[in-house]
T-cell receptor
Framework: DTEVTQTPKHLVMGMTNKKSLKCEQH?????MYWYKQKAKKPPELMFV???????INESVPSRFSPECPNSSLLNLHLHALQPEDSALYLC????????????FGEGSWLTVV | SQQGEEDPQALSIQEGENATMNCSYK?????LQWYRQNSGRGLVHLIL?????REKHSGRLRVTLDTSKKSSSLLITASRAADTASYFC???????????????FGKGITLSVRP
């Protein structure tokens, strides 16, 4: 069982919609991550937050907008997505120290129609 | 770009047999982690091995790391049908600091354990 909780588990949205994915962890971790995973592919890093500040943006299109309101929460705001953005979005957290284990949530399945 | 490359890409064994999966990587690392992913689910962390370690055990899992060959292996002993999943190795480079624990995943291995 994971201690990283993601909601919703499934989301279907139109290309003109605005929606958000949410992630919460109560392990006291100060680093949080968003990964994107297409079917039968490995996860790919999108964003890293460290102490609530954005530290890595892997050249993600601006239609994905991350937000870290506090040390326990991480959001991913979605706007004007394309069908090819349909994927499993995984949130993860860790202690912000090199070499620490990264713990993943169950993911949010996103379908863009 | 992917750092790790697992081998084989698919493995089918009988329950009770051992499963060995290999991972090779290209650049220097701080640590290597193995994850399991059941179909349509999130990633479950299995084990982390640091660059100064050669072998680690956790229950039925044994991981080895050979930094000279830039390779790692994951051995699952006495496999069970419940071990059926995709397995990924992931590496964190030595150059990252602080929270920049940027994991790069291999393509994954699909393990099927037949009852």
């Amino acid at each position: 069982d994971t201690e990283v909780t993601q909601t919703p588990k499934h989301l279907v949205m139109g290309m003109t919609n605005k929606k958000s994915l949410k992630c919460e962890q109560h392990m006291g971790h100060r680093a949080m991550y968003w990964y994107k995973q297409k079917a039968k592919k490995p996860p790919e890093l999108m964003f890293v937050y460290s102490y609530e500040k954005l530290s890595i943006n892997e050249s993600v299109p601006s239609r994905f907008s991350p937000e870290c309101p506090n040390s326990s929460l991480l959001n991913l705001h979605l706007h004007a997505l394309q069908p090819e953005d349909s994927a499993l979005y995984l949130c993860a957290s860790s202690q912000p120290k090199r070499g620490n284990t990264i713990y993943f949530g169950e993911g949010s399945w996103l379908t863009v129609v | 770009s992917q750092q790790g490359e697992e081998d084989p890409q698919a493995l089918s064994i009988q329950e009770g047999e051992n499963a060995t999966m290999n991972c090779s990587y290209k650049t220097s690392i701080n640590n290597l982690q193995w994850y399991r992913q059941n179909s349509g689910r999130g990633l479950v962390h299995l084990i982390l091995i640091r660059s100064n370690e050669r072998e680690k055990h956790s229950g039925r899992l044994r991981v080895t790391l050979d930094t000279s060959k830039k390779s790692s292996s994951l051995l699952i002993t006495a496999s069970r049908a419940a071990d059926t999943a995709s397995y990924f190795c992931a590496t964190a480079g030595p150059g990252v600091t602080g929270a920049n624990s940027k994991l790069t995943f291999g393509k994954g291995i699909t393990l099927s354990v037949r009852p």
